[in-house]
T-cell receptor, first 113, second 114 residues
Framework: SAVISQKPSRDICQRGTSLTIQCQVD?????MFWYRQQPGQSLTLIAT?????????ESGFVIDKFPISRPNLTFSTLTVSNMSPEDSSIYLC??????????FGPGTRLTVL | AQSVTQLGSHVSVSEGALVLLRCNYS??????LFWYVQYPNQGLQLLLK??????LVKGINGFEAEFKKSETSFHLTKPSAHMSDAAEYFC????????????FGSGTRLSIRP
């Protein structure tokens, strides 16, 4: 299994600012993903965080708005840039462990005023 | 590409009744299929998954799901609903043997009537 921690667990931010969310895994993993869950909605994949190269973004998501870093096999960050109230969501990190099982982090609950 | 469709955004059953949550998938490769549960203000929990072994998959809390390739379905069932089963349920698909991204359905909210 993989134990995932995310920081911060929640935050309230002002419109126009940026927030960086950290995802730390207790073991090296092959794949890491970032998801968004808007209020009352399902999970939407934002991007695949690639170690040592640029992230792969899903349709509707762009690097300028959601820059992602993955410097090694246990850590990734997602930045939500120039935030607006529409960015209020839960942001989840997810990883695929050695047995090809996918695990989800506890999420970061973001509120933008 | 993969996608899932969950039929019914809200399902309500009586306590003790059969639970049936419907999920149909689309995949260009042999899929892996999942059911996740999310209790209010909590994270995602894996209920069960299909990875090309037995077509009838048993999960936690008495849930099971059957993979039917001919119907492209992966419906979730439980013989007897319990009040504690009230939650949001998500069907999800990924692209087969190699580790790959999981695509989620829109979710079904399950309510249990006393």
């Amino acid at each position: 299994s993989a134990v995932i921690s995310q920081k911060p667990s929640r935050d309230i931010c002002q419109r126009g600012t940026s927030l960086t969310i950290q995802c730390q895994v207790d073991s090296q993993v092959t794949m890491m993903f970032w998801y968004r869950q808007q209020p009352g909605q399902s999970l939407t994949l934002i991007a695949t965080a690639n170690q040592g190269s640029e992230a792969t973004y899903e349709s509707g998501f762009v690097i300028d708005k959601f820059p992602i870093s993955r410097p090694n096999l246990t850590f990734s960050t997602l930045t939500v840039s120039n935030m607006s109230p529409e960015d209020s969501s839960i942001y989840l990190c997810s990883v695929v462990a050695g047995n090809n099982e996918q695990f989800f982090g506890p999420g970061t609950r973001l509120t933008v005023l | 590409a993969q996608s899932v469709t969950q039929l019914g955004s809200h399902v309500s059953v009586s306590e003790g009744a059969l639970v049936l949550l419907r999920c149909n998938y689309s995949s260009s490769v042999p899929p892996y299929l999942f059911w996740y549960v999310q209790y209010p203000n909590q994270g995602l929990q894996l209920l069960l998954k299909y990875t090309s072994a037995a077509t009838l998959v048993k999960g936690i809390n008495g849930f099971e799901a059957e993979f039917k390739k001919s119907e492209t379905s992966f419906h979730l069932t439980k013989p007897s609903a319990h009040m504690s089963d009230a939650a949001e349920y998500f069907c999800a698909v990924s692209g087969g043997r190699s580790a790959s991204k999981i695509i989620f359905g829109s979710g079904t909210r399950l309510s249990i009537r006393p």
